[in-house]
């Protein structure tokens, strides 16, 4: 950083940052911390004078589609120039580096530490997102309440994500977000075999069937066996919305008990060609490759 004497990332160092970025996303995602006009004035107002602009008006709303909205509203009304400055979560990472520095005890120049102290403070007061306009300045509260699975991703299958405090959800599984109803069909286990095989954005087609279970996905197919390799790989032929494919049905790499699914270019006869063909290499490389090395010695 500017303005900074240069230090050693040491392990001791590596866990203060952590620990304050843990701080901040805590704030953000467990507090449920709520957010007045009058907490933000003052600091709104310095903000813009930084950019010799005079105080604006500032609206606080309930969460970033209302955020949004808002300013889809004055942008639609005024010419006026805006942008979007990231809030607590987006800046966490870089204000903890900043506070890890202060903590440790680098030589800081003041102008730029009374700086983004400044706006440390004011994002730490609950400012999830804002958006600025020459004369508006539009802010979004904290969500009420995220949730995420054991690996730190977005995740839950019996409420929303994300909540915000007027409602606005945002439902994800596994750290893929989808629309509710897309969300519903899954978690309740409703949706069709076609319909999941028809979802056009790849992670989440890949998300829905791993929670769905690929079994009972490929036992719901009608299928030929067309080819199958001593390595576990099934070539089959399946009929797709009238159109003939070819799926091939391959174990989990880390899980050789479960299985993956993945569609193939419908020329391919064989269960390793077609597996090469997804690897985008020869059969010949895929028969040599590491992993199979290690297969063989199962």
């Known amino acids: 950083m500017n303005g900074m004497k240069k230090f050693n990332l040491t392990e001791k160092n590596q866990k203060i940052i952590d620990q304050i970025y843990d701080d901040y996303s805590n704030l953000v995602e467990k507090s449920g911390k709520d957010l007045t006009l009058d907490e933000v004035r003052d600091d709104v107002i310095w903000m813009y004078g930084l950019e010799k602009l005079g105080a604006p008006d500032i609206i606080i709303c309930d969460s970033p589609k209302a955020c949004q909205d808002e300013a889809n509203r004055l942008n639609n009304t005024t010419n006026e120039y805006y942008s979007f400055v990231g809030g607590l979560l987006w800046r966490a990472y870089y204000m903890s580096w900043f506070e890890a520095c202060e903590r440790i005890g680098l030589d800081i120049d003041s102008s730029?530490?009374?700086?983004?102290?400044?706006?440390?403070?004011?994002?730490?007061?609950?400012?999830?997102?804002?958006?600025?306009?020459?004369?508006?300045?539009?802010?979004?509260?904290?969500?009420?309440?995220?949730?995420?699975?054991?690996?730190?991703?977005?995740?839950?299958?019996?409420?929303?994500?994300?909540?915000?405090?007027?409602?606005?959800?945002?439902?994800?599984?596994?750290?893929?977000?989808?629309?509710?109803?897309?969300?519903?069909?899954?978690?309740?286990?409703?949706?069709?075999?076609?319909?999941?095989?028809?979802?056009?954005?790849?992670?989440?087609?890949?998300?829905?069937?791993?929670?769905?279970?690929?079994?009972?996905?490929?036992?719901?197919?009608?299928?030929?066996?067309?080819?199958?390799?001593?390595?576990?790989?099934?070539?089959?032929?399946?009929?797709?919305?009238?159109?003939?494919?070819?799926?091939?049905?391959?174990?989990?790499?880390?899980?050789?008990?479960?299985?993956?699914?993945?569609?193939?270019?419908?020329?391919?006869?064989r269960a390793s060609d077609a597996m090469a063909w997804k690897h985008g290499c020869t059969e010949e490389e895929y028969m040599n490759a590491d992993i199979l090395k290690i297969w063989n010695k199962r």
């Open 112 to 269: 730029m530490k009374k700086t983004i102290k400044t706006q440390i403070n004011f994002m730490k007061k609950g400012v999830y997102d804002m958006i600025c306009f020459d004369t508006h300045c539009i802010i979004s509260k904290l969500p009420i309440s995220v949730k995420r699975d054991d690996r730190g991703r977005l995740h839950s299958v019996t409420s929303p994500a994300v909540e915000f405090r007027d409602g606005y959800s945002m439902y994800a599984i596994s750290g893929i977000v989808f629309d509710y109803d897309l969300w519903k069909k899954i978690t309740d286990r409703v949706i069709t075999t076609d319909e999941l095989l028809s979802i056009k954005n790849v992670d989440q087609r890949f998300v829905a069937m791993q929670f769905i279970g690929f079994e009972n996905i490929i036992s719901k197919l009608d299928k030929k066996l067309i080819d199958e390799s001593k390595y576990g790989n099934m070539l089959y032929e399946t009929k797709f919305n009238d159109v003939v494919c070819k799926m091939l049905v391959y174990p989990d790499i880390d899980d050789h008990s479960k299985n993956r699914i993945a569609f193939v270019d419908p020329k391919i006869t």
